[in-house]
């Protein structure tokens, strides 16, 4: 399985432009309910604004947050990963970079986001197909 199979695809993907207010990164957020938006020129990945980067880098310094936009706050030149990496060494290169979400690159442009909840989902899904065969296959459970 390649991280093509289970990636969020790029209609799904929130994006914002480097001039993007950092109060309407937020409100993005908010509206699509997920944690990063990526900035993007084209399919072109400038970086990548998180609600951590958010917390940390607008509240917790006491910015301007009426001056400040997605290029003061983006992690510039962000992990992405390939749309046909193996998922397994995804998850080593997303423990080896400290990231929760990547960019997914196919062909050279952005056409995706990928992030640990996406794979928690996954493993979750595969643990219960897995508990279904043991089940299937297994004495009935009756407790004492």
């Known amino acids: 399985m390649t991280v093509r199979d289970i990636a969020r695809t790029k209609d799904e993907l929130v994006t914002a432009k480097l001039d993007t207010p950092i109060r309407d990164v937020a409100r993005m957020m908010d509206e699509k309910m997920v944690g ?5 020129d084209g399919d ?3 970086g ?3 609600d951590r980067d958010i917390a940390l880098k607008c509240v917790g310094s006491g910015g301007d947050l009426k001056e400040m ?3 003061d706050v983006m992690t510039a030149k962000p992990f992405t990963v390939d749309a046909d990496t193996g998922v397994y060494d995804l998850f ?5 970079h400290g990231v929760r979400r990547a960019p997914v690159i196919d062909g050279g442009k952005l056409s995706g986001i990928i992030t640990i909840d996406d794979l928690l989902v996954l493993l979750e899904d595969e643990m219960h197909e897995l ?3 043991i089940r299937a296959e297994s004495p009935p459970y009756t407790p004492a």
């Open 36 to 40: 990063s938006v990526v900035v993007a």
């Open 44 to 46: 072109s990945i400038e």
């Open 48 to 50: 990548i604004v998180t």
């Open 69 to 71: 936009t997605a290029k």
């Open 92 to 96: 080593r290169q997303m423990r080896e």
């Open 131 to 133: 508990s279904e065969i």
